[in-house]
Structure formats: structure tokens, C-alpha cells
């Protein structure tokens, strides 16, 4: 199993970026999906969720900002991420479950990624 998560970067506030992270070793459409974010000296906390029937779930912080997305036939689960803010900078990491709940918590996720850097410059 290998899940590549790709599409951070450097990006003023108020700028937008798109993270992508495409799985393979697994049957992906059976997956929920979930982006993570881990900031220095903070716990990986989930930021949004996206189950196997494409129901979403979004932390109240990036709520009307972030939407989770996911193609089964390109095997890719997606972050469009607009008005950024320096509070959302963070390692983002991608993460697979078999449990079908968008909003559970990491525990129940099985499957990682290797992060990718977001830095949000003020």
C-alpha cells in the first residue's frame, strides 16, 4: 500500500492550494478518506473526511474555506484549500479507513501518508 500526498507549499494569505494524494495497494473507492494536520508541538488533528458514499465532514476552523473531494476511477483523494491563513500551517498528511464514518478520529485510520508542508505566510 502507498498513499503519495502531493501539492504543498508556500502560499500567502488569503492565497489558495490544492493537495492531492493518490493511493495504490488497496481498493480505494471502499476507503474513507481523511486529510490530517500536524503543527509543531500540536497533535495530528483531522481537518476534513470524506466517506465512501462521498459524505463530508470539515473541522470547524476551515469550515466554508477547505473542501474534500475524491475521484474513485483516479484512485485520488483531494484538499482544495482557499483563504489561507498562517494558522492553517501545518505537515498535512492523507489517511485511509475502512471504518465508514467521515468524522472519526485518526485512531481509526489505518492507512498513511507521508505529509506534505503547507506554510502560510502573513
Known amino acids: 500500500v502507498q498513499l503519495q500526498a502531493s501539492g504543498g507549499g508556500l502560499v500567502q494569505a488569503g492565497g489558495s492550494l490544492r493537495l492531492s494524494c493518490a493511493a495504490s495497494?488497496?481498493?480505494?473507492?471502499?476507503?474513507?478518506w481523511g486529510w490530517f494536520r500536524q503543527a509543531p508541538g500540536k497533535q495530528r488533528e483531522l481537518v476534513a473526511g470524506?466517506?465512501?458514499?462521498?459524505?463530508?465532514h470539515y473541522a470547524d476552523s476551515v469550515k466554508g474555506r477547505f473542501t474534500i473531494s475524491r475521484d474513485n476511477a483516479k484512485s485520488t483523494v483531494y484538499l482544495q484549500m482557499n483563504s489561507l491563513i498562517p494558522e492553517d500551517t501545518a505537515v498535512y498528511y492523507c489517511?485511509?479507513?475502512?471504518?465508514?464514518?467521515?468524522?472519526?478520529?485518526?485512531?481509526?485510520?489505518?492507512?498513511w501518508g507521508q505529509g506534505t508542508l503547507v506554510t502560510v505566510s502573513s
Open positions: 489517511g485511509g479507513s475502512l471504518w465508514n464514518i467521515a468524522s472519526q478520529p485518526r485512531e481509526r485510520y489505518d492507512e
Open positions: 470524506i466517506d465512501r458514499g462521498s459524505m463530508t
Open positions: 495497494g488497496l481498493t480505494f473507492s471502499i476507503y474513507t
